[in-house]
């Protein structure tokens, strides 16, 4: 009896999260139209909407152009229902973005740091300037989660960073630390990965359903989506092209390996190179 329960507790928390995408995605969009394009029950869809109206989630916008019959009542999302904080951790900056659930840009602040700098220093810098971002919020609002977006191996799962050859970090927990400070939900992930999913999400990528993000800077990397899902591999560093070994034994790259295309063709070995092989008279 309890597994029954649980898989009915569990349909229903999925095709509540599908309906809160449909209208996100797609709204303004009917009842009628949110049931075909999921294949749910209209009673099943009516009873979601009505749940979602009465936490503010969702609301209603006017009515449609009738093709017979009752005009059907448009549903949209509700973007400022909560605030989210978005957190790009560069070689020696940190970029904080405050937005609402459409990603519009509430506040951003950048911050230096110094090169090099440790981990539990930045840490302690995220901290302080999401405290102070945090302070933006309408009284009547809440955060309802923080993103991460760093260089390297990253643990989505467990929201932990593996190792950052740019950083020089290894084996960090900045979910867990954030978690423990601020009570939401944290989400870390490669800076490349999380620049795809704008891309999908808001970009060229909606349109698309494979394509491929290179970045170029003081790394190379990419973002691979397959049928509109971001590809990742076995252990998170499916786009790491930066790090394929182009030459056997060759210059020696900041991941720790020899030759790799990163060390030959990003922005550091190209200012590297110029000092090195240009004379000044």
Same mark, same amino acid.
């Given at each position: 009896?309890?597994?029954?329960? =649980?898989?009915?507790?569990? +349909? %229903?928390?999925?095709?509540?999260? *599908? ?5 996100? !995605? $797609?709204?303004? #969009? ?24 009465t936490q503010k989630l969702i609301f209603e916008i006017g009515e449609a152009d009738s093709t017979g019959g009752r005009k059907p ?8 229902? =909560?605030?989210?904080?978005? +957190? %790009?951790?560069?070689?020696?900056? *940190? ?5 609402? !659930? $459409?990603?519009? #840009? ?103 359903s494979n394509f491929i993000v290179v970045t170029y800077g003081s790394g190379i990397g990419s973002g691979i989506v397959i049928n ?54």
């Open positions: 009896m309890r597994l029954r329960i =649980g898989n009915k507790d569990l +349909i %229903k928390d999925i095709n509540r999260s *599908l309906v809160i995408n449909e209208i996100r !995605l $797609n709204g303004p #969009i009917s009842r009628t139209d949110i049931s075909k394009n999921l294949n749910l029950g209209l009673s099943t869809v009516t009873n979601i909407v009505e749940e979602l109206k009542i448009l549903l949209e999302f509700n973007y400022n229902y =909560g605030y989210t904080i978005g +957190i %790009k951790i560069e070689e020696n900056n *940190l970029i904080f973005a405050l937005t609402n !659930l $459409n990603a519009d #840009i509430i506040r951003r602040k950048k911050v230096p740091f110094k090169r090099g700098s440790n981990s539990n220093d930045v840490l302690e810098l995220i901290i302080k300037n999401i405290e102070d971002l945090i302070k933006a919020i309408p009284m009547d609002r809440s955060l309802l989660g923080i993103g991460i977006a760093i260089s390297g191996l990253i643990d989505q799962k467990r929201g932990r960073l593996i190792y950052s050859g740019m950083l020089n970090w290894s084996d960090i927990d900045i979910s867990g630390i954030l978690k423990d400070r601020f009570n939401v939900p944290v989400y870390v992930d490669n800076d490349v990965n999380a620049y795809t999913l704008a891309e999908l999400w808001y970009g060229q990528g909606r349109t698309l509109k899902r971001l590809y990742c591999g076995d252990f998170g560093g499916a786009g790491e092209i930066g790090h394929m070994v182009l030459v056997a034994d060759g210059r020696k790259c900041e991941c720790g390996q020899k030759g790799c295309l990163e060390a030959y063709a990003s922005e550091n070995f190209i200012i590297d190179y110029i000092k090195e092989n240009i004379q000044f008279f």
